[in-house]
């Protein structure tokens, strides 16, 4: 017992310390408020809501998130439990997929953004009461929050490489990368096509090796904006490349020249993210990961989302969700195999 406080101490004293150099102009950035969803979408098992919210949509950044709270609905009107448990006074994080403008009510996307979406799987109480919300419904949500992705001087190509929900960061992240000039390519990974967050379309410029592309598919979010996109399945099916995304990379990396500027991006299951990072580091690629860990608060005032890296604990929700992926301790973040009492879940948001 005495160790475990120990070790306990040890964590927070690390944190404290990492925190020290926060800047409290982050802090003041933050809206905390009313949203009203505009727009909803359901498809499979997945679910993607559109807020009214010129306040966050004006300063965000691509890579940051933001804070849902399932206590209640906006501007005082009553709300009904649903039977949600306690646990439903805890905010629920969710990455901010995309930036929208609204003009007469409907959703655009060619002036200044008034709104953004999240996407998210149902997975738990909290996401399926969500996706039971309707339009015009005002939700009580917080942010920006967090820190994002970078750029990297002298970049050329960022790689953004998903697992599964862990995609939901990227329709915004592309889209941001291309206005400053670097051209994204993104590798999406499901078990099979019923598990894409995403619809696959055919490929108008497919990734190639040897001629042949590696994958037929691409992501119909991602060929709407123009940027390039294959998909990986690890049940074969045809026309999709068969296997891991994090192989589907390592094949598409075969095909490239030494000393491009290449960065790699990442978000999905852990075992995921280290497999990345591994792969960066044999290719001495940059490359950064956005991680998932249960926050009670989402603002570093509980100490629930601690992350080991080389330069002691940092907290999730403040200090990421962004990592540069060389820095995390991955055998400290995984546990061996023996000890994980369930499948890891996915990367994107918390049930």
Known sequence: MEKARSQQKAVKASIRQSQ?????????????????????????NFCRLTFRCPEIAATA??????????????????????????AAILPRPFSI????????????ADEAPQAFSILFDLRGIGTHWLAQLTTDVPVRVAGPLGNGFWLLKGMRTAVLVAGGIGIA????????LKKQGVEPIVLLGARTAEHLPFDPVRAEFPLLRNGKPLSYWAIDEFESLGVRSAI?????????????????????LATQKEGEQIALYGCGPLPMLQAL?????QHRLPCQVSLEERMGCGIGICFGCPIPTNDGYKL?????PVFNAHEVAWEQLLPPPSLVPHPVTRQGQSP
């Open 277 to 281: 990072a591994a792969v960066a580091a």
């Open 20 to 44: 020290r150099s926060a800047s409290t102009l982050r802090a003041a950035s933050v809206f905390v408020g009313t949203a009203r969803i505009v727009a909803k979408e359901r498809y499979r």
């Open 61 to 86: 950044r691509p890579g940051q998130f933001i804070n849902v709270y399932l206590d209640g609905l906006g501007e005082g009107i009553p709300f009904e439990r649903y039977g949600l448990p306690m």
């Open 97 to 108: 997929a995309k930036l929208l403008s609204l003009r007469k009510g409907e959703v655009s």
């Open 169 to 176: 960061p990227f329709p915004f992240f592309a889209e941001w």
């Open 316 to 320: 999730c929700c403040t200090d990421g």
């Open 232 to 252: 990986a399945l690890e049940e074969p099916k045809e026309g999709f490349f068969v296997g891991t995304v994090v192989q589907l990379l390592e094949a598409w």
